[in-house]
């Protein structure tokens, strides 16, 4: 799967899923309809796996090697999420993780929707 997950986005996920205390978690990454340019970006925990709509990638934290994320696009929006980076910010506008689609031909300023 050529989706992208920078060590900061992934060290939020493991620490996110160390509270859900659920070993069976996987970042579901996926896009819907809405937004300001038609489609949006959306992320959840989810422990469900359809194996034929979902693609499933691991990806292993390089600041704590053996510690491993899955992550899990459904057919559909990894069409729209090819190629992307998936990031984790901190900044004085405070704390999101962003996505940057070399897909998106437009994308709104808060950078959660985007059109193809």
Same mark, same amino acid.
């Given at each position: 799967m050529n989706i992208y997950v920078t060590d900061q986005a992934v060290a939020k996920v493991l620490e996110l899923m160390e509270v859900e205390n659920d070993p069976n978690l996987r970042l579901r990454i996926y896009v819907m309809g809405g937004g300001c340019s038609g489609l949006q970006y959306g992320f959840a925990f989810d422990n469900k796996l359809d194996e034929e709509e979902d693609k499933v990638a691991i990806i292993e934290s390089k600041d704590e090697p053996g510690s491993t994320m899955q992550i899990v696009v459904d057919y559909m929006s990894y069409s729209y999420?090819? +190629?992307?980076?998936? +990031?984790?910010?901190?900044?004085?506008?405070?704390?999101?993780?962003?996505?940057?689609?070399?897909?998106?031909?437009?994308?709104?300023?808060?950078?959660?929707?985007?059109?193809?």
């Open positions: 999420l090819k +190629d992307s980076t998936v +990031d984790y910010i901190q900044n004085l506008q405070g704390a999101h993780f962003t996505v940057t689609n070399p897909n998106a031909t437009t994308t709104c300023g808060c950078g959660n929707s985007f059109s193809v």
